[in-house]
């Protein structure tokens, strides 16, 4: 059968699928005469619609071919079987044998053990499972690519329908929509502590689509096009607008985003879908679905950012479509707490003066959007599963960033707890507050210099807030990355001098740029690596990109005003990648003073011991270096060879560890003997218990989130570091594993009970 029959008979279908539809009657009817329709189109014995309730059973809800004594009897987990199989992995199944397919489980109540052929497609809607769509043959039968897609073409229609509750009849025990009502929790990963009660807010879309079939492909092509143009003309406006002044990024921004929308597979499969009979709006939502089972499995940052992309072309394309207005005011609602697949550094920066917390699907405990919302002080838990799914606009939510937990319409109970919680933190905070002009001088007199991570201009407040002596780290890439062009040398330069203004006198270490990895500038085109956390990154990249260090080296000069100017180099590896970032740094020196130019009272170059070879580099190294900044993160996944994206292998091993432990002290004993000052940074630097252990085997100066501050020091005073130093030594020598048990116990019977151990 040639492609244009086929499309024929794909429209018949669905023509005669979107008239069962517009009958009246009951829901049942209407679901036993669709699989009728479709068993006889299909030329299949058997076809079964399963849908998944609100308790996550996939339940037989209408067959034709099977016996109807099964129908709202037979039930299937989700992985069970075959159709459990396509539910859990969103993926069709097809086979010309199925008991000898792995996995089969036999529903006898069915009667099906007589039909040897099995095809099934997940009915899904924009990654949201809603049910699965069999058909079954007597004989074996080769199930075609051809098959499978016409399937899924009417799994869509019917996935349009049940989400409208097209299926729910009144009497139905589990109602598909139930979801969206009762209480529900789900655990993620911890991006930002932090806890708040609030209202939910949805930053992606959700849209009706109340006529999924159409008759006329021309005119359903007609809209696409007339969509696509609108929304071409709409992206060039904004782009103009925003980039007046800089016409060759408008132009690059530009041409990249017509690439996308231009891009002939996307535009050829959405046209494929209205020629076997979907509306448009259903054919871009169809391709839209693709793209975020594609985007669930790439691990590649690069590839994933691409789908992304097209995902929210989709999402655009559908606003048009369906003319809906997605649009809400932050400041009109009450404590808001967004939920969103992911969202972009500069999105979470345009709302973070109204911002309560932030929820998302994706994202990763190293992206710079995590990074961005810990200098914004928002409580953050990503990686928090079915949330778009399960929840509406204006629900109440609780959001434990302390524990990467999500509480969707809590019980009067868990709100209590949550109140309570958040009123004894608040007491907690004030005391902390009374320390803020005092030092963290531990029991034993050991003085530790408790500094702030900072990387944008809303971080610096912070700084007097908190009581911390001085910026321990400044990510000046979060200033590009925030930003749709780089920064020019004058830009730069004005925001250095600013966050040394708003220093008022205290140290700042300024991190050249950390980039590569997930953190890619506009004008640097990405490599496509396997490994990108252990590839061309930091200074890596920056000595081959040398304009962009030079650059940042001049405008740091030029910032620092004839004030104290210190530079730290990121992952550096061997002792010739310093040497080489470190010339190029004097080298700016020099040709700052020839031309009479006003240059820093100081200069100190050091680097960040973040690779475990650099603990073992020359002499020369370390006597030309000016400081030791360990990035805590990075050592410690180095370290253990554990990805700290990858939450398995990452909460295996315990940076408290005896071995990770001896590895920090010898780094330690060499600064020492080389009398070079020595800092930490890293999020375990915030950590109560990593905090003390850190200052007992001397490490005297700490880097970390500004409301860690507090705690920290008030914890920091109540303590004898020599005390703890006994017991490091102690497990080290007794070969113990970790040492994180007896702290533990020992911050218990020091009773520092408002201090969370977590």
Same mark, same amino acid.
């Given at each position: ?88 992995? #969103? !993926?069709? *199944? ?5 008991? $000898?397919?792995?996995? +089969? %489980?036999?529903?006898? @109540? =069915? ?124 992206? #060039? !406006?904004? *782009? ?5 002044? $800089?016409?060759?990024? +408008? %132009?690059?921004?530009? @041409? =990249? ?502």
């Amino acid at each position: 059968m040639n492609q244009k029959n086929k499309n024929v008979n794909s429209r018949v279908l669905l023509g005669r699928l979107k008239q069962t539809l517009a009958e009246q009657g009951e829901a049942q009817a209407r679901l036993n005469e669709i699989v009728k329709l479709i068993a006889s189109s299909m030329k299949s014995e058997v076809c079964s619609i399963y849908l998944k309730r609100a308790d996550n059973v996939m339940e037989l809800y209408a067959t034709e071919g099977l016996l109807t004594k099964a129908v709202h009897y037979s039930q299937l987990k989700i992985g069970q079987g075959l159709v459990g199989r396509i539910a859990e992995t #969103a !993926e069709p *199944i097809k086979t010309s044998n199925v008991s $000898q397919r792995k996995g +089969f %489980l036999y529903l006898p @109540e =069915t009667g099906e053990e007589k039909y040897r052929s099995f095809l099934g497609v997940p009915i899904q809607r924009l990654g949201k499972i809603l049910g699965v769509l069999v058909i079954q043959n007597l004989l074996e039968r080769e199930y075609t690519d051809d098959d499978v897609y016409g399937l899924e073409i009417v799994a869509m229609v019917i996935a349009e329908m049940a989400e409208l509750g097209v299926f729910t009849g009144s009497n139905d025990k589990h109602k598909l929509g139930q979801e969206r009502k009762a209480p529900f929790s789900t655990v993620g990963l911890i991006g930002k502590e932090g806890v708040a009660i609030g209202t939910t807010v949805l930053l992606e879309p959700t849209f009706k689509i109340t006529n999924p079939v159409a008759d006329n492909p021309i005119l359903e092509k007609q809209k696409l096009n007339s969509a696509l143009t609108k929304l071409k003309n709409s992206l #060039a !406006e904004s *782009i103009s607008r925003k980039y007046a002044k $800089q016409k060759g990024e +408008f %132009l690059e921004i530009l @041409e =990249t985003h017509k690439l996308l929308i231009e891009d002939k597979g996307w535009l050829h499969r959405m046209d494929v879908s209205i020629d076997n009979g979907l509306s448009a709006s259903v054919a871009v939502e169809k391709e839209q679905t693709a793209i975020k089972a594609r985007i669930a499995k790439v691990q590649n940052y690069y590839f994933r950012e691409r789908l992304n992309e097209f995902y929210e072309i989709s999402n655009s394309l559908l606003k048009i479509m369906t003319k809906q207005k997605v649009t809400f005011k932050l400041n009109k609602i009450e404590k808001p707490i967004l939920i969103a697949r992911n969202i972009s550094p500069l999105e979470l920066i345009s709302m973070r003066e109204h911002l309560n917390g932030l929820i998302l699907e994706e994202g990763s405990v190293g992206s710079h959007t995590t990074i961005v919302c810990r200098a914004l002080n928002i409580p953050l838990v990503i990686q928090a599963k079915l949330l778009i799914e399960k929840a509406n606009h204006g629900d109440k939510v609780i959001i434990d960033g302390d524990k990467g937990i999500v509480y969707l319409r809590p019980e009067k109970e868990i709100i209590g707890s949550y109140k309570s919680k958040l009123a004894m933190r608040n007491k907690a905070q004030k005391s902390f507050f009374a320390l803020k002009d005092q030092n963290a001088i531990s029991m034993d007199g050991i003085k530790i210099s408790l500094m702030i991570n900072a990387g944008l201009m809303e971080d610096l407040p912070s700084l007097a807030d908190s009581g911390a002596e001085g910026v321990g780290l400044y990510r000046t890439e979060l200033q590009f990355l925030t930003r749709n062009t780089v920064p020019k040398r004058a830009q730069q330069a004005k925001i250095y001098s600013k966050v040394l203004d708003s220093a008022l006198g205290l140290p700042v270490y300024f991190r050249t740029l950390d980039i590569g990895s997930d953190k890619i500038l506009p004008s640097i085109s990405p490599e496509i690596e396997p490994n990108p956390a252990l590839g061309w990154r930091a200074i890596r990249l920056a000595l081959e990109k040398s304009s962009v260090l030079k650059m940042q080296a001049q405008a740091l000069i030029r910032g620092a005003q004839g004030r104290d100017l210190n530079i730290v180099i990121p992952l550096v590896t061997k002792a010739s990648e310093f040497d080489q970032a470190k010339g190029i740094i004097l080298k700016e020196i020099a040709r700052e003073k020839s031309r009479k130019r006003l240059t820093p009272k100081s200069i100190k170059v050091g680097a960040m011991l973040e690779v475990p070879s650099l603990a073992f580099a020359n002499k020369s190294f370390f006597k030309s270096v000016d400081f030791i900044m360990v990035g805590g993160n990075d050592l410690k996944q180095f370290f253990f060879a554990a990805d700290r994206e990858n939450e398995k292998v990452r909460r295996r091993y315990d940076v408290l560890s005896t071995s990770f432990l001896s590895f920090l002290k010898l780094i330690n004993k060499k600064c020492a003997q080389f009398n070079l000052p020595l800092s930490f940074c890293g999020e375990d630097a915030g950590k109560p218990i990593e905090a003390l252990v850190l200052s007992s085997i001397g490490f005297r100066s700490l880097s970390m989130q500004p409301d860690s501050i507090g705690p920290i020091k008030a914890l920091l005073r109540g303590v004898s570091l020599s005390e703890i130093s006994s017991l490091v030594n102690q497990c080290i020598e007794e070969n113990i594993e970790t040492v994180r048990p007896l702290m533990t116990n020992y911050i218990a019977s020091i009773n520092q009970d408002h201090i969370s151990m977590t």
